[in-house]
């Protein structure tokens, strides 16, 4: 059984620009929730998607924002990218929004510079 | 507000030896749910452990065990006769009632076990 899959792994952008990154979750996983790993902040939580709709947010700026496919696939974006934006990226799935265990990806590595 | 504090933020070893990463959390909620994550070199979160507030038992699994305390509001961990494949960071984590939506992680211990 494929994991929690994170495309891409490592990307560079430039101070201004958007940026998408992109979890497929493990197959039959329907609840996907993002968080932001940084050496200054540690590990804070994004957003949490189940069913297409977003369920919880965390205290990010609106710049940061994400969507679910119906085949649970999950998007973020972050826009107007600030040089505080560089973090690690993590993506968790779930089977549903009860289960106990959730699954991480590898991670996407964003640095902007 | 909830919050989660590992104090220790790294950690050494020789191998063999046993070690406790500690975990103290606050909440208000009368029903939550508390995690141990191990984060290798390679970047994913492994799922370690889950319990919630009304299960204070300790845990052993194998060379791992938990002890929560309520009372003290902590929720430690053991690794007995350490490896070096136990070196990883280790993040303690607090979820509210439903499981494993919102958690909020503690800083996380380094743990190096030395050969």
């Known amino acids: 059984k494929a994991g929690v899959t994170q495309t891409p792994r490592y990307l560079i952008k430039t101070r201004g620009q958007q940026v998408t990154l992109s979890c497929s979750p493990i197959?039959?996983?329907?609840?996907v929730s993002w968080y932001q790993q940084t050496p200054g902040q540690g590990l804070q939580f994004l957003f949490e998607?189940?069913?297409?709709?977003?369920?919880n947010k965390g205290n990010f700026p609106g710049r940061f924002s994400g969507r679910q496919f119906s085949n649970s696939r999950s998007e973020m974006n972050v826009s107007t990218l600030e040089l505080g934006d560089s973090a690690l990226y993590l993506c968790?799935?779930?089977?549903?929004?009860?289960?106990?265990?959730?699954?991480f990806g590898q991670g996407t590595r964003l640095t902007v510079v | 507000a909830q919050k989660v504090t590992q104090a220790q933020t790294e950690i050494s070893v020789v191998e063999k030896e046993d070690v406790t990463l500690d975990c103290v959390y606050e909440?208000?909620?009368?029903?939550?749910?508390l995690f141990w994550y191990k984060q290798p070199p390679s970047g994913e979160l492994v799922f370690l452990i889950r319990?919630?507030?009304?299960?204070?038992q300790n845990e052993i699994s194998g060379r791992y065990s938990w002890n929560f305390q309520k009372s003290t509001s902590s929720f430690n961990f053991t690794i007995t006769a350490s490896q070096v494949v136990d070196s990883a960071v280790y993040f303690c984590?607090?979820?509210?009632?439903?499981?494993?939506?919102?958690?909020?992680f503690g800083t996380g211990t380094r743990l190096t076990i030395i050969p």
């Open positions: 968790a799935s779930s089977p549903d929004r009860l289960n106990t265990e959730a699954f």
């Open positions: 197959s039959g996983h329907r609840s």
């Open positions: 998607y189940f069913s297409e709709t977003q369920r």
């Open positions: 909440t208000r909620d009368t029903t939550y749910y």
């Open positions: 319990r919630n507030s009304f299960d204070e």
């Open positions: 984590a607090l979820s509210p009632n439903f499981g494993n939506e919102k958690l909020t």
